[in-house]
């Protein structure tokens, strides 16, 4: 019998207990004993004991360090603001973000907010946690004519240089592919995280060789390879020309049909970057291409590049049906670029001046002003 039990069976019979006669307070001690299975001097003690209150266990160990309400105010406001990232990548962003939040923040709690771990982050933020279940539309249909000529890479997980980068298309179709509507041109950096895109109306090779220039030009790096799926819009002559006839020819490669995992990194940014934030509306209206890029040309790109850290895949081992995994430390692109030896110090200079003159609250803020129009005209 549990304890509890053995509570809640005491409370239904002290009542009775102690308005009986001698003779029958006898009866109900024994069968009382018989079921708790107490001393009978003991179980008259608990019997005859007045005012009796459960009292919760005190909670051992030291005082809990994270007591003040603002501290989950600020982290929830955090999480929001940063696209619901996991604990260790929300606690690199903490310091990165703080002296640009909004209210007065003490200096005690500005110790506690940089001191908090990823562990206690999961604890307090449990009840705010919350999953996402919505599901896109492949269009992306293959392109036969150039699969001989742009050779199959599976190792390009290991570029260690910037200038090595995944591509992928994002369709804005809502819940039919039929008709026309808007694409997004969505470009990784393999080594540094380095994220950009552009919107295209319809896939045809001239948009798509249109919006690859306009994405090369805003890199903060020389483009060394371009790695895709095996989608027609990429897999085309004037992709092929553009890339390979130049005076320093960019490795021109593509995943294995059919192994969505071959471009891990930009699948996972098409749903981090894209989905997360224009959702899966349909864009059938041509004016929002424009809308669109003005967006991703601007506040988009410096908000992701600079404030928005990201862990790295180290090391994967597999030991029976187990898998362990080995992450790097969260950073931000921008922190990456800087502790790359391959990107000069002019760039560098160049990408600090930038920073320092950005602030993220207002990043976003502007980037969800303009997600709100765009979706006024896409949705009316």
């Not at 973000?97 to 005690?108: D, G, K, M, N, V």
């Not at 470009?187 to 001239?206: R, S």
């Not at 030009?217 to 390979?244: A, V």
């Not at 021109?252 to 997360?276: C, G, L, M, V």
Request: proline share 6%.
């Amino acid at each position: 019998m549990s304890p509890d039990s053995r509570r809640e069976y005491r409370d239904s019979i002290k009542q009775r207990y102690h308005h009986a006669a001698k003779l029958e307070k006898g009866q109900i001690l024994d069968e009382f004993c018989q079921v708790t299975g107490y001393n009978r001097k003991y179980a008259i003690r608990v019997l005859n004991q007045k005012n009796y209150k459960t009292t919760k266990k005190k909670r051992r160990g030291r005082k809990g360090k994270y007591t003040n309400p603002l501290i989950i105010v600020i982290l929830y406001r955090l999480w929001q603001w940063t696209n619901l990232p996991c604990s260790k990548r929300l606690k690199a962003i903490i310091p990165i973000w703080l002296p640009f939040y909004p209210s007065p923040i003490s200096r005690e709690l500005y110790n506690d907010l940089c001191a908090i771990s990823p562990a206690t982050i999961d604890r307090l933020m449990k009840s705010q946690r919350s999953k996402y279940k919505k599901m896109g539309l492949s269009t992306t249909k293959p392109g036969t004519m150039l699969k001989k000529q742009i050779p199959i890479a599976t190792n390009q997980w290991d570029q260690r240089r910037p200038g090595y980068i995944e591509a992928d298309t994002v369709a804005h179709c809502g819940s039919s592919t039929m008709g026309s509507f808007v694409y997004t041109i969505n470009c990784v950096d393999i080594a540094t995280q380095w994220t950009e895109q552009y919107a295209v109306w319809g896939k045809g090779e001239t948009g798509v060789l249109k919006g690859l220039i306009n994405i090369e030009k805003r890199l903060p790096f020389d483009l060394l390879g371009f790695d895709c799926d095996n989608g027609s819009e990429f897999l085309n002559w004037p992709i092929q020309k553009h890339y390979l006839n130049r005076t320093r020819p960019v490795n021109f490669t593509r995943s294995r049909p059919y192994y969505k995992n071959d471009n891990a990194h930009i699948e996972q940014k098409n749903w981090t970057h894209i989905r997360q934030f224009l959702g899966y509306a349909r864009f059938e209206k041509p004016e929002l291409v424009e809308m669109i890029n003005e967006l991703y040309e601007t506040e988009w790109r410096l908000l992701f590049n600079y404030f928005i850290p990201y862990v790295k895949l180290l090391d994967k081992t597999r030991e029976g049906s187990k898998t362990t995994k080995m992450y790097d430390q969260p950073r931000t692109p921008y922190q990456r670029l800087k502790a790359c030896p391959d990107i000069s110090e002019n760039i560098k200079k160049q990408l600090t001046l930038e920073f320092v003159s950005l602030n993220p609250v207002k990043l976003r803020e502007a980037v969800a002003q303009k997600i709100k129009q765009i979706l006024k005209v896409a949705l009316p």
